[in-house]
Every structure is written in structure tokens, then in C-alpha cells.
Nanobody
Framework: VQLVESGGGLVQPGGSLRLSCAASGFTISNYYMSWYRQAPGKERELVATITSAGVAINYADSVKGRFTISRDNPKNTVYLQMNSLKAEDTAVYYC?????????WGQGTQVTVSA
């Protein structure tokens, strides 16, 4: 199982980014997939989840209406579209899948929102 995030970077407040999580070693459509983030000095928090049926759930209150999780089954890739970015969205963003009792993580991608 491997998860590889990409798409992070430096963006101004109000801007947009789309993160990608390319999965290998398993089929994403069989599992719930999630995005988490961790800001400096803070605990890792759940941002959003997409179910095996393709339904987006569990958006963090702080991102509702601004972020959208989606997936492309043929590409075996999960996305996080982030709009209206704020300074407080600055964090390392991680892709996650739980298979049986084990949680798999990617290496993370840095998102920095700053003027």
C-alpha cells in the first residue's frame, strides 16, 4: 500500500489549490479515504472523508463550504479541492486509508497560505 500526495505549495489568502493523493497497492473504491492536516504545534485533524460509495462526509467545520473531497476511480486517486484559503489552513496535508486494523499515511504535502 502506498499513498503519494502532491499539489501543495504557497498561495495567497483567498486563493485555491487542488491536492492529489495517488494510491497504489489497493483499490480506493473499496475503502473510505480521508484527508487530514497537521499545523505546527497542533494535533493532526480530520479534514474530510469520502466513502466507498463516493459520498463526501465528515468535513471539518472550519472547511465546510470551501473544501471538496472527490476521487477518480480509474486513476485510483483522491483529490482535495481547496478554495477561499485562509492563513489558518496552513498545514501539512496527509492522505489516509484504513485497511482492516491498519492506518496507512502518505508523506504529506505542505500548504502555506500567506500574503
Amino acid at each position: 500500500v502506498q499513498l503519494v500526495e502532491s499539489g501543495g505549495g504557497l498561495v495567497q489568502p483567498g486563493g485555491s489549490l487542488r491536492l492529489s493523493c495517488a494510491a497504489s497497492g489497493f483499490t480506493i473504491s473499496n475503502y473510505y479515504m480521508s484527508w487530514y492536516r497537521q499545523a505546527p504545534g497542533k494535533e493532526r485533524e480530520l479534514v474530510a472523508t469520502i466513502t466507498s460509495a463516493g459520498v463526501a462526509i465528515n468535513y471539518a467545520d472550519s472547511v465546510k463550504g470551501r473544501f471538496t473531497i472527490s476521487r477518480d476511480n480509474p486513476k485510483n486517486t483522491v483529490y482535495l479541492q481547496m478554495n477561499s484559503l485562509k492563513a489558518e489552513d496552513t498545514a501539512v496535508y496527509y492522505c489516509n486509508v484504513q485497511i482492516k486494523a491498519y492506518k496507512y499515511w502518505g508523506q504529506g504535502t505542505q500548504v502555506t497560505v500567506s500574503a
